[in-house]
């Protein structure tokens, strides 16, 4: 299947199907981490749209596409900060 239509897709699913290995296992947790928000971003940008079509207005896309990229950006790259944040505001 190598060098027809189908290889990126293929090597897209194989992505999703095993982590790739670093040395220290801090790459895998984030690689995992991008894979679910890249899961996550094509149904939330579907439910913007649709949301825009039905309200007949922009402004949803126009806010909702920038908190969608900064959502998924705390919490692949920034997701121990985020944490220890979580857990400072919310002790017992």
Do not use: H
Request: charged residues 20%; aromatic residues 10%; hydrophobic residues 55%.
């Amino acid at each position: 299947m190598f060098g027809s239509d189908d290889a990126p897709l293929q090597e897209s699913l194989a992505d999703l199907w095993f982590a790739r290995g670093a040395l220290n296992g801090k790459g895998d947790d984030r690689f995992v981490r991008g894979r679910i928000a890249m899961l996550v971003w094509l149904p939330s940008l579907i439910v913007l749209a649709m949301l825009s079509v039905w309200l007949q207005n922009a402004i949803p896309i126009v806010v909702g596409i920038p908190a969608l990229l900064i959502g998924m950006w705390l919490f692949v790259g920034r997701s121990e900060r985020v944490a220890a944040l979580a857990r400072r505001l919310y002790r017992r």
